[in-house]
């Protein structure tokens, strides 16, 4: 793998994330819920299931669309985390 800078960027974000959920753990302690998918999630569970199901949809996109207008993708991704936190 290159070391380019949208790599860099990607696991900034990553790293970055990582460290939000270990503050809002510390400051606001978390209890697990049932959700969607009748399965116990926490916060840190969610976010897994977010960066898993957004890495399938950019590769989806990737697939059907090309990698011209990986916005799409984003936008996508967005809205699926945002469904997961809410419902999952």
């Not at 290159?2 to 209890?31: D, K, N, Q, S």
């Amino acid at each position: 793998m290159a070391w380019t800078f949208p790599v860099a960027l990607f696991f900034w974000c990553i790293a970055g994330l990582l460290m939000i959920m270990t503050l809002l753990a510390i400051r606001y302690p978390e209890t697990p819920r049932v959700g969607l998918l009748r399965i116990e999630t926490t916060r840190g569970d969610r976010l897994f299931i977010t960066l898993l199901g957004s890495a399938f949809i950019h590769l989806g996109w990737l697939f059907f669309a090309g990698p011209d207008a990986l916005w799409g993708a984003l936008i996508l991704s967005l809205v699926y985390a945002a469904a997961v936190f809410r419902w999952v």
